[in-house]
């Protein structure tokens, strides 16, 4: 595009407010921006087929109707190549790769300060800057070409989201290359920053040997591209650990179904046995203490039928005498009586206080 030209964004959530916000940062930090807005993704798409935009800004959730990822799918799928910028409310690492994987050119959480406003309004500038032939086109030609250098800046996101993921990532090229390694894993297998690549270059090349059938498995996906759903092998650490790891993997392809490379995730499970039996034992005693209540409930039973049945009845029986208006007790009677109904009263307490006792216990 040519300098001093306004870039024209589309503006795509279901949320009136954030429209209204963010149209008035992205217009405050950078003049050369003119914000336009649609409330679903199919008002984005109905847009786009008569007016020319140079880049897209959608939220990844919106409802009813489409969500960002099925916008994006669609775009490429009727040839749109206009570039494209995920919003989110918050990170979420799974919702990034499939962004990327479907030829989105940034992936930024919504920003609530002028930081992010910032952070947006630059990367908006970035896309459209990639965007060739945007001079001319007539409305509704999104269908343009895009330089390379939005691949590099899709590695570099994609390094920055793996870093965050709290499981040890490795990433392989198409040919099985070590790319990167995210900071749990080094940590995991004991590697430094500077040496670790050559490191798991080496575990690869001679998985078949180091690591056996497992080796043989992660050859079948580099080879095929057979997914690996779960595996477990032993590993020596570069510090000399015996580990026990457990590893899922897959291909990475390109939204033109074209391989990009692998992906392994892996985890260390060497206390996962000592956990287990831990485990066990923990629920052997609390199923012993719980056997153990259940007999005393049971006793509990036994005696609340036999002993509170004998004081209810006498404390009943007496009452009903002495409401009887057609008996007539003498005073000591009366008083007899009376002495009767209070010491099973406080028989019937002092039960009572035992079973609060029993259960503070």
């Not at 099925?70 to 979420?92: C, D, H, M, W």
């Not at 790891?245 to 985890?267: K, P, Q, S, W, Y």
Request: proline content about 2%; hydrophobic content about 40%; aromatic content about 4%.
């Amino acid at each position: 595009m040519k300098k001093n030209e306004e870039v024209r964004v589309l503006l795509v959530d279901d949320d009136r407010d954030f429209l209204e916000i963010c149209r008035e940062n992205l217009s405050r930090e950078e003049s050369g921006i003119q914000v336009e807005t649609a409330k679903s993704g199919e008002e984005c798409l109905s847009r786009l087929k008569d007016q020319h935009f140079d880049v897209v800004l959608a939220d990844y959730w919106m409802e009813p109707g489409m969500t960002g990822l099925q916008l994006l799918s669609l775009l490429r799928k009727e040839g749109y190549a206009v570039p494209f910028i995920f919003l989110t409310a918050r990170g979420n690492e799974g919702v990034a790769a499939e962004a990327l994987r479907l030829g989105a050119d940034d992936y930024l959480v919504k920003g609530v300060t002028r930081s992010g406003y910032k952070k947006l309004a630059r990367a908006v500038m970035e896309a459209a800057e990639r965007v060739g032939g945007s001079p001319g086109l007539e409305p509704g030609s999104g269908i343009v070409a895009r330089t390379p250098i939005s691949v590099t800046k899709k590695f570099e996101l994609l390094q920055a989201i793996v870093e965050e993921v709290p499981t040890g990532i490795l990433v392989l090229g198409p040919d099985g290359g070590v790319l990167s390694a995210n900071s749990k894993l080094r940590m995991m297998l004991g590697l430094d920053k500077e040496a670790y690549k050559s490191w798991l270059q080496n575990l690869l090349d001679s998985a078949k040997e180091k690591l056996g059938d497992a080796g043989t498995v992660i050859y079948r996906m580099i080879e095929d591209g057979a997914p690996i759903e779960h595996l477990e092998f032993e590993l020596d650490s570069a510090d000399l650990r015996k580990l026990r790891v457990r590893a899922r993997g897959r291909e990475i392809v390109t939204h033109l179904n074209e391989r990009a490379g692998f992906v392994l995730a892996m985890e260390d499970i060497s206390n996962e046995s000592e956990n287990q039996a831990t485990q066990k034992s923990t629920i052997s005693e609390l199923r012993r203490r719980l056997d153990g209540r259940t007999q005393l409930l049971e006793n509990v039973m036994k005696r609340l039928s036999h002993d509170l049945k004998g004081p209810l009845v006498s404390i009943s029986g007496y009452a009903e005498l002495l409401l009887d208006k057609k008996k007539k007790f003498s005073k000591e009677e009366i008083d007899r009586q009376l002495q009767s109904i209070r010491r099973n009263a406080l028989k019937l307490n002092k039960m009572m206080d035992e079973l609060v006792s029993m259960r503070k216990s």
